[in-house]
């Protein structure tokens, strides 16, 4: 298998049209149609780029209620699950389809995978069996492996001696040699417990001091230590995509250092962006690829702060990410949330009772060691899983406008299936799409919104399909 198969190259271009100019008549695969003024044409002769598939965050010890602190105690997935409720998050959620769902688990060092060694200078498991419960669950959902990126280091390495705040504690050259050493050994520590390591991350949006594990870094130390730790990494895996900057991309903390330093550049994999919550026509109307350098961009960490899910939103951002943005993957947050924490709605794709939540005043159906999905958030990204296999290829589709509440976005699985997904992110009004498949074949349908999941719609035939889709929906349209 390529590497271009695999979505796994480091150093390939993903690049692609957005939108194209309307053809007035074409004929793909043997089928002819004349092109209508209102005609979306999917255009299987345009392939764009690879699509690697989804990734998620996963919540593998506590956090304080609000993102607010590190409790001593510990809140976890999947450790606060029973065995059934375990296998059942594996199934339903993390794998979905019969193969394969997600491809990455984002790990965060320093905050959930926040053990020490006894010097306080290598990450490891805070809690016996921490580390093989998480590659257990990697395994048994068929993830290929953890995006694992820094929150913080560990606390010998830090300014303040602590997980939260703070900096670095030197930054001359000796130090940061030594320093980046200490974070390949703990990519190799997460390699020899079974955890595979797909991507990595030198700092979780390295501008920010928080309440819960951080570390800021200026424009040059960042610079300066990615260019020691990058290669390291590499050393390891050439496969590892090494991400830069984890909130900003290229105008992030030390890219301006890092785009005038080609031999830097040059181990950066790909740009990696926070638009938490965004409205989704901010992929229409910024351009994160122009100024890349030929390098990857996507969006590795999506959620809503204010806890005010927006569903038909949440499906458009990864479509205009992939659509506008040739992003070949987009992470969502969390799977799951406590119970007890009050960012949990907007966090997560579901929530979990802890075992020691003994209040049921909230979320009373919640058993626990069970969970439950948070359906607004997980119906905009469940029928991506489902629908979009690893290393699936985006098509052009030429639309007659842009529309910012109707999204549509086009792809083949690798065994040259045709699928199309469109939006309607109207609240009050239907809205009928006109389709040129480009293929005489069937399509069957199936809706997904807020309070709906996977819901049929039968089959019609090609080449041409005529679809309404009701007020606030997603819908997909596979290839019978």
Known sequence: MTDDQRGLSRRSVLRGAAVGGLATATSLGGVGVAAAADMYRIRLDQPRQTLWGLGFEIQSDSIGSGSSGLPASTSSVPFDLTAAERDRLVEQMLKVRPDRGFRYCRLALGLYLRGTNAAGTQMTERFSGQAAGLASLIADANIEGVSAEYWSPAPAWKSNNSFIGGTLRATDGTFLDQFTSALATD????????????????????????????CTYTDELYHQTFRRAAPKIHAIDPSIIVTADSSNGWSGKGSAQILADPTTLAQVDAWTYHRIGY??????????????RGKTVFNNEFEYLDNNLRCV???????NWMTFQSAPTWFWLHALKPTTNSESPGYGL???????????????????????????????????????????????????????DQRIMAWTTPQGKPVFAVTNRST??????????????????????????????GSKPGPVLNITVPADSIEFWVRN
């Open 428 to 457: 009050t009004q239907s809205f009928s799409y006109t389709v040129d498949t480009s293929t005489s074949s069937g399509f069957s349908g199936f809706r997904y919104g807020p309070t709906t999941n996977t819901q049929p719609l």
């Open 187 to 214: 990519v190799r520590y997460l390699r020899d417990h079974g955890i595979p390591v797909r991507m990595w991350g030198l700092q979780n949006e390295p501008e920010y001091s928080t309440s819960y594990s951080s």
């Open 279 to 292: 409205d989704s026509n901010y992929q229409i109307d910024h351009d994160f690829v122009g100024p890349a």
């Open 350 to 404: 579901g929530y979990w009772r802890p075992p020691s939540d003994t209040d049921f005043s909230r979320f009373p159906d919640i058993a626990p060691g069970h969970w439950v999905f948070n359906d607004a958030n997980w119906n905009a990204v469940a029928g991506f899983v489902r629908f979009m296999p690893w290393d699936s290829r985006r098509i052009q589709v030429d639309e007659p406008a842009v529309l910012k």
């Open 313 to 319: 939103n949440t499906a458009q951002s990864i479509m």
